[in-house]
């Protein structure tokens, strides 16, 4: 099976890698071609054009980084679904608006291809290990077909229903993350000024009802200084915007969210877009911030 791969930054190079490790021919196209060097040097194929790269595969991956973007790779003369072959599937891992998803998935059908929503959560490590969580939205007999794809991608894969489905769930899982960020910064914040060595805290309530994937993973790297992004504060505050849009579609008040949304927003005004989500810990241990 030839798989097209498009988008690798962050995320995206771990999954493509992954991809030819397992043994699937790869053809892969990104903005800018240095990102895809060591790609090329492990047997991955380049493409010069999103269409020149939709007309030689039977599956297309996107992992691209906004709504915008997946629009301009899937829509229009030089994109996916008008280039690709009849019957060929399309896979947008991106994160992105369930509505979005839907319009995808009713063009492609009408082309007679298969188009399925599969945003994914684990961050660059689940990336890297291949054992990421993909929710996945769109017809579940394309869902099946591909299965053994996203085995090789991810651990925990679950069919959620309907286009869109994957890309709410994926809305979900941030709004459930929003808040517990807040919540893990507090907490080390709080250890530090009580006079707690902050690691052996972390011994204690990680493992009991405080336990979380942040506070396990992300609470860490906030300890020892690194705000490398694992996942990026400009692409958290992308996905809070796109939850809170479709909560008020739906009548549904979120002042967690909202409250998350603006200390993002004013970690970005300090400069800290492109730092891990995990620089939210900069707001509480930078006392000119901590007001």
């Known amino acids: 099976m030839n798989i097209g791969f498009i988008g690798l930054g962050v995320m995206g190079k771990s999954m493509a890698y992954n991809l030819l490790r397992a043994g699937y021919s790869l053809v892969v196209y990104t903005r800018t071609k240095e990102k895809a060097s060591s790609l090329l040097a492990e047997g991955a194929v380049w493409a010069e054009t999103v269409a020149s790269l939709a007309k030689q595969v039977d599956v297309a ?40 998803a ?3 998935y009713e063009t492609a059908k009408k082309r007679g291809v298969f188009a399925l929503d599969a945003p994914v959560s684990g961050g660059d490590v689940g990336a890297k290990n291949g054992t990421l969580t993909i929710m996945v939205g769109g017809d579940e007999t ?8 996203f085995a090789v991608l991810g651990k925990n894969i679950v069919y959620q229903g309907k286009a869109g489905a994957g890309q709410h769930t994926k809305m979900c899982n941030q709004i459930a993350i929003a808040t517990n960020m807040i919540g893990v910064c507090e907490a080390l914040a709080y250890a530090q000024k009580a006079g707690l060595d902050p690691l052996k805290v972390l011994e204690s309530i990680s493992q ?13 790297r906030m300890l ?12 958290f505050i992308k996905d809070m915007k796109i939850a809170l849009a479709e909560a008020e579609r739906m009548n549904l008040q979120l002042p967690g969210l909202a409250l998350a949304k603006e200390m993002y927003e004013q970690l970005a005004g300090m400069g800290e877009e492109n730092s891990g989500t995990q620089a939210l810990y900069k707001r509480y241990v ?6």
């Open 61 to 100: 991956i996107t992992m691209v980084g906004y709504p915008s973007d997946v629009e301009a790779v899937y829509f229009g003369e030089a994109g996916l679904i008008e280039n690709v072959r009849v019957g060929a599937y399309l896979i947008d891992m991106t994160t992105s608006t369930p509505s979005l």
């Open 102 to 104: 839907e319009k995808i």
């Open 142 to 149: 394309a869902f099946q077909a591909c299965r053994s794809i």
């Open 208 to 220: 009991g009802a405080a336990g979380s994937w942040s506070l396990s993973n992300l609470a860490p």
């Open 224 to 235: 020892a200084g690194n705000f490398a992004p694992g996942f990026y504060v400009k692409h």
């Open 286 to 291: 930078n006392e000119r911030h901590a007001h």
